[in-house]
């Protein structure tokens, strides 16, 4: 079982520090935890990751960081593919495509993001799988080191999930397209974590805002610790 948290724009490098020390006095050996806090709080620790970077050792790419800066931290996990990257900046499959063979020929365990906006959804299960597949095009569905995130984009930051239903149907669909875990995500709480990861192809969760919360994260934690058991 997989809990992962992405906190987004949100934590100074002090916040993340007191949040890493108090994560750390909990036993998380029976579940896998990632967490990926904003590039200004990167910690050379084995679940911390990247929430992006460019796909170069370095060069001319203002704002952007490349493997030579994450090396320098440890760092040898990254989110590929949130669908803020790909809807607000704009980040086409050709170059999400681009980064993910960089990153895994670069050794990186990848957390791919895939997802569906809500006028896709609208249309039934059919149709929400033909655009996820869009979202595999260029990307290795069978790489080792792959985690598949599965975030509806109208479920995202809006405090409604999706249904245990559609969660279910949609997993096992992208179950045919892929052997690696696959993990939910979109408003994941405490209070439905436990419905949610009991479903059959729910590898775990990868939880935005709710993560926040150092103590939300560790309950997270222990829900994800009782299923495994």
Known sequence: MIVAANFKTNKTRKEVKEYLNKLESVDFSDVKIAVFPPQTALFPKEYIGAQN???TVNGAFTGEIGLEQLNEFGIKKILIGHSERRHILGESQTFIAQKFEFFKNAG???YYCIGEPLEIRKEGIDAVIEYLKKQFEGIDTEYEKL???YEPVWAIGTGVSASLEEI???HANISKLTSKPIL???SVKTNNMKDIVSL???GGVLVGSASLDVNNFIEMINIAKNIKE
């Open 147 to 149: 985690i598949i995130a």
């Open 108 to 110: 990186f365990e990848i």
């Open 200 to 202: 059959p192809n729910v």
């Open 53 to 55: 970077a460019y796909p």
């Open 168 to 170: 279910r149907n949609t």
């Open 184 to 186: 939910y995500g979109g």
